[in-house]
């Protein structure tokens, strides 16, 4: 296991459980998966089994239009360990999860896939350091199951992401991740931020670590995710490092390339001035004046969008901008 950049203190057990909340919520979104649903459920039957501690399955129907939620609800009646969110319309994996987090009871949350490229088998493996100091394990599918048209991209997406955000984690979009509690109810999953959420956690100062699990190919049905997923990913990139690293400082962002700009400009532009004043040049023939005219201009614009974003944020800096790991009084 690749070890978490920040120190792994290994001084928080496991809070005790709640008499009535289970030990491990299992949380599984999904969009048509009526043939792998009863697998799945099996699986996690029998992996839970062997852990002999007590769990709910929190499934959450994304809008399917086959017979995902009939399936769903046979299984809810029959175990009541089983929860079933139905959302009205696909509203997208964040959103599932998002639900899901918030009707998990458990100490432990783990999330996965329902396509039964996720194997169950590993949630005691994900689980595990969540005991010993860790607050999230996501997994990394190592050996992947699928088209080279997705495992190209997505070996660049997770590179890109990994240099950008600072975490130093392989695979950022696996679907099997485990947490301690307090972590999801703390993390706001949205628009499609499911990607970025070691990143999320990570920021908010979580120990976030990473295990390789097993990937198998899809049986049935297929991937929800055309290639549009990369462009949406990386949009999702610039939003979640606009809106974490910089929401509360952005004239460190716009004002360090404003004053790079402007810097690059004047000094541009004073040389050619020095060489008119000195009459080796005229300026009308320099195009080059222009070029310095423009990185000022440039450079001005982006420290007062900068400082407009200060005034900006302002307003909100009164909201939580840190985040508490215990407090003893
Ligand atoms: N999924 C979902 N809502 C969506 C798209 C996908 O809940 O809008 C679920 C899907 O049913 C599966 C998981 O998210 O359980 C991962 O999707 P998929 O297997 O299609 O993605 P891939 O494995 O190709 O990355
Ligand atoms: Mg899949």
Redesign the pocket.
Same mark, same amino acid.
């Given at each position: 296991m690749a070890k978490p950049k920040t120190k792994q203190s290994g001084d928080t057990p496991v809070p005790p459980q709640h008499e009535d909340s289970p030990f491990l919520s299992i949380v $599984?979104? +999904? +969009?048509?998966?009526e043939e792998s649903l009863p697998e799945l459920y099996q699986q996690i039957l029998g992996v839970m089994k062997k852990i002999g501690k007590t769990f709910e399955v929190i499934f $959450?129907d %994304?809008g399917s239009t086959d017979g995902s939620f009939p399936v769903l609800r046979n299984l809810r009646e029959s175990d009541p360990r089983v929860k079933v969110v139905r959302f009205r319309r696909?509203f =997208? *994996?964040s959103a599932?999860l998002s639900v899901g987090f918030q009707e998990a009871r458990g100490t432990l949350i783990v999330t996965m %896939?329902? &396509?039964l490229?996720d194997d169950p088998a590993e949630i005691p493996g994900l689980i595990e350091p969540l005991q010993n100091g860790y607050d999230m394990i996501s997994g990394w599918k190592r050996k992947r199951h &699928?088209p080279l048209s *997705?495992t190209i991209p997505s070996r660049f997406f997770n590179f890109v992401t990994a240099k950008m955000t600072g975490i130093p984690i392989h695979d950022f979009?696996c =679907?099997l991740k485990a947490y301690r509690s307090e972590v999801v109810k703390e993390i706001g999953v949205y628009g499609e931020l499911h990607r970025y959420i070691p990143a999320l956690a990570h920021w908010a100062g979580y120990r976030v670590g990473e295990k390789v699990v097993q990937h198998h190919p899809?049986k049935h049905g297929r991937? *929800?995710?055309g290639l549009s997923r990369f462009f949406k990913g990386f949009l999702d990139l610039l939003t979640v490092l606009f809106t974490t690293r910089y929401i509360r400082r952005p004239l460190h962002l716009f004002g360090l390339w404003g004053i790079v700009s402007f810097i690059v400009g004047v000094a541009l532009d004073g040389y050619l001035s020095i060489e008119w004043i000195l009459g080796r040049t005229s300026l009308s023939n320099r195009p080059l004046f222009l070029v310095g005219f423009l990185f000022i201009i440039i450079g001005i614009q982006f420290v007062s969008i900068g400082l407009l974003g200060e005034m900006i944020t302002r307003q909100e800096r009164n909201e939580q901008a840190y985040s508490i790991r215990e407090i003893l009084k």
């Open positions: $599984v979104p +999904l +969009l048509n998966e $959450v %994304d696909n =997208g *994996k599932a %896939d329902a &396509d490229q &699928d *997705k979009n =679907g899809r991937t *929800k995710f």
